[in-house]
């Protein structure tokens, strides 16, 4: 089927098929800046794991980019359910545990949090697949022949609310209580925020609508970008905010 400029499938005048090419340079630029933090300080694995959690979630928007634009793959289909619709925030919650938590408490959580990942991802690639329930231009998970490997999911999905969200908003009630760290309440605030829109435009593609989960990965990873800056103090911070003796409670 040719679109309406001639290039199969593709309508290159919908806009919004490029944002996940954008997101996806967005966050390797996001990544290469908190792992070069993490570089810099010495220490802090919870910026490791954020600069990790940041890349793979470019993954994920490097596979829906490349399906808009060139069409489904078997192959990025599986890269696509394993980084995005598995994995999704996860990586970048466990950042959180590594931050909020005992050394030795995220350490037992990430082991499973792991296992469970192998295992789940395991099952994704061993999974035949049923192309002709693929949309030529839309990932979905429906072309899984296994359709209880998709089980795996919420249950993972869940775990990176509770502890990329439920940190963030932890932080920032805990931030709050002082005037010194109110940047530290906005960044917060926004990571919050920032965390929950890839989750509500996931909803909309269950509808057909896959644009609005373009654009809220956008959306929300700037978000997050932007209450990482505000965390660390950078010029978008409150002036003159004391952050040298503060501890970021976000990425």
């Given at each position: 089927?040719?679109?309406?400029?001639?290039?199969?499938?593709?309508?290159?005048?919908?806009?919004?098929?490029?944002?996940?090419?954008?997101?996806?340079?967005?966050?390797?630029?996001?990544?290469?800046?908190?792992?070069?933090?993490?570089?810099?300080?010495?220490?802090?694995?919870?910026?490791l794991v954020w600069a990790i959690g940041v890349l793979v979630y470019g993954v994920g928007t490097f596979t829906e980019?490349?399906?808009?634009?060139?069409?489904?793959?078997?192959?990025?289909?599986?890269?696509?359910?394993?980084?995005?619709?598995?994995?999704?925030?996860?990586?970048?919650?466990q950042g959180t545990v590594y931050l909020l938590l005992r050394r030795k408490t995220a350490n037992v959580l990430t082991a499973c949090l792991v296992t469970v990942v192998l295992v789940a991802s395991a099952c994704v690639l061993a999974s035949p697949v049923n192309p002709a329930l693929a949309e030529t231009h839309r990932l979905s998970g429906k072309v899984l022949a296994w359709p209880w490997v998709r089980a795996f999911s919420p249950f993972i999905n869940t775990y990176a609310l509770i502890f990329l969200v439920g940190g963030a908003i932890y932080s920032a009630v805990r931030f709050s209580r002082r005037k010194e760290t109110h940047h530290r309440f906005v960044?917060?605030?926004?990571?919050?925020?920032?965390?929950?829109?890839?989750?509500?435009?996931?909803?909309?593609?269950?509808f057909g609508y896959v644009e609005v989960l373009y654009v809220t990965e956008l959306l929300g990873l700037a978000l997050i970008y932007a209450g990482y800056r505000f965390s660390i103090g950078s010029p978008f911070a409150a002036p003159g905010a004391p952050v040298a003796q503060q501890r970021p409670a976000s990425p």
């Open positions: 089927m040719l679109a309406p400029n001639g290039v199969l499938g593709v309508d290159m005048q919908n806009p919004v098929l490029y944002l996940p090419v954008i997101t996806t340079l967005f966050s390797l630029a996001f990544s290469a800046a908190l792992l070069r933090r993490y570089l810099t300080r010495g220490r802090g694995p919870h910026l980019a490349f399906t808009s634009v060139v069409g489904w793959h078997e192959g990025i289909f599986r890269a696509w359910y394993i980084s995005g619709a598995l994995l999704g925030g996860a990586p970048l919650a960044g917060n605030v926004l990571i919050a925020i920032g965390a929950l829109l890839p989750g509500i435009g996931g909803a909309f593609t269950r």
